[in-house]
């Protein structure tokens, strides 16, 4: 492959992510520095702008978004997004990542996955494939649960609280995910968009729930109805890596 700018491989579709075995040395040393999925959501919080002429006219004609007069602008970093930036400057300075802090609920997920996946493959008839850390260019990239055949992902939780499940099964769509759990909503977003893949599932797993109505939920999120939103991934990861860059430039100096 040709080298290419990090802006040019932002906007490049034919662009092939390296799969990278989770929990390996190169694991833990390709993450250091790079903006992970699972804290996607710290970069979209930014700031607002008013829509244009164009963007009211598009808007839809009544129901979700109909009302909306103001889009995200990535241009403008929030406090989340800056500090998440700084800490992944201070990865490139050190060589590692942060180190994750020790939560019992993170391992009961972790050990619950494998069952979780299995029960998915179960009503679904999907085959999922066990993947690593994929990094997208030299700044950017994520972890999927799985991946299923060359399409499509899988982000699935096991929570450790039950009522917790019973939130996420009051959910309807992926609207109902990025208004609710906008940490996950752009964490599958993102996945998407490293992977250049058309479809991600959402599913949240509890086999302690009595009825198997109960112990999974399943939200579909298609390509089709988030281009707005990879745009907007595309745009902040610019800005960040911009940030990144100039901010090494400067301590380097």
Known sequence: MENKSWLEELTDISYAPKYTDQGSDYWEKIRAGRFTSSEWH??????KRKMTEAELAA?????????TTTVPDPSTM???????????VSEVLTGMPKRSAYAYPLVYGKETEPEAVEYFEKITGKVCEDV????????????PDRLIG????LEIKCPYEPENQIGYLLLTDHYDLK??????YWQCVSLMFFTNRNTW??????????????????IIITRDKVEDDIDLVIKA?????KEKLSLLQTLNA
């Open 201 to 218: 599932h959402f599913c949240t797993y509890d086999p302690r729930m009595l009825n198997d109505i109960h112990k999974l939920t399943h």
């Open 42 to 47: 710290k970069i979209m919080d930014c700031g």
């Open 150 to 153: 060359d399409d499509e992902g």
């Open 179 to 184: 208004r609710n759990y906008p940490e996950y």
């Open 132 to 143: 690593g850390f994929q990094p997208f260019g030299d700044h950017a990239g994520g972890s």
């Open 237 to 241: 990861l610019a800005v960040a890596i």
């Open 59 to 67: 808007r839809p004609k009544k129901g979700i978004g109909s009302k």
């Open 78 to 88: 929030g406090k989340a997004g800056i500090t998440y930036i700084r800490q992944k």
